[in-house]
Every structure is written in structure tokens, then in C-alpha cells.
């Protein structure tokens, strides 16, 4: 029962917020950011490269894509990094410095879930 509840909710989320001429053009927006967003970080990236080819004063273009041959994959080593193990910690300071209301909204959250549990286990104990 609790399947088809959730499955409804989804099909009345989709029609709020994915049907429609508005939520296609939002959806365009994010998309199209998102994309810019990516284009530039690359452009950070291949900019870095490039000024590090003419501080080192290399003449042969090959080394530029010797560079990139060595730089690329410490990128993705520092990007799986942040993904697996600075994510959380910044999500925690995040937490621990956060304005008051961010606080109060965990706080909620918190007492939210306490109150789930206690009502899960009664339902378990009734069954």
C-alpha cells in the first residue's frame, strides 16, 4: 500500500514539475547552466595547462600534450577525492557553521525522524 502511495506522488511530482511548456523552458535553463558550468571548469583546466606550458618556456608543442597526458588523470584523482572523501567533511562543517535557521531546519529534521522511528516501532510491535 505504502508503494502505490509513493508511486502517486510521484506521477502528481512529475505533472507539477516536469510536464509542461514552463518546466521544459526551467528545465532548459538548468541544463544549459549546468553546461556552462562544466565548459568552464574545463576552461580553468586547459587554461592552467596552457600557462604552465609557457612558464616551463616549452617550444614543441608535444609537451603540451605530454602535460595534459600527465595532468588529466591527477585531476580525476583529485576529483574522486573530493567526491569521496572531502564531500562529507564540508558537508559537516557546513552543518556545524551554520546561521541559526540553517540549525533550527536540521533541529526539525531531527525530531522529525525521532518521531518516525517511535511510530515505525509501534507499528512493528503491533504486527
Request: hydrophobic letters at 45%; a positive charge; charged letters at 25%.
Amino acid at each position: 500500500m505504502t508503494k502505490n502511495k509513493e508511486h502517486k506522488l510521484s506521477k502528481e511530482n512529475k505533472s507539477k514539475y516536469y510536464d509542461g511548456l514552463w518546466n521544459v523552458i526551467v528545465r532548459m535553463y538548468y541544463y544549459s547552466t549546468k553546461g556552462v558550468e562544466l565548459l568552464n571548469f574545463f576552461r580553468y583546466y586547459l587554461f592552467g595547462l596552457f600557462g604552465l606550458y609557457m612558464a616551463l618556456k616549452l617550444t614543441n608543442k608535444m609537451y603540451l600534450l605530454i602535460l595534459f597526458l600527465i595532468t588529466y588523470p591527477i585531476l580525476i584523482i583529485l576529483g574522486y577525492i573530493a567526491v569521496h572523501k572531502m564531500a562529507k567533511i564540508i558537508e559537516f562543517l557546513n552543518v556545524e557553521f551554520a546561521t541559526h535557521f540553517q540549525r533550527y531546519r536540521v533541529s526539525l529534521q531531527e525530531k522529525t525522524l525521532t518521531v518516525l522511528e517511535k511510530i515505525a516501532g509501534d507499528e512493528d510491535e503491533k504486527n
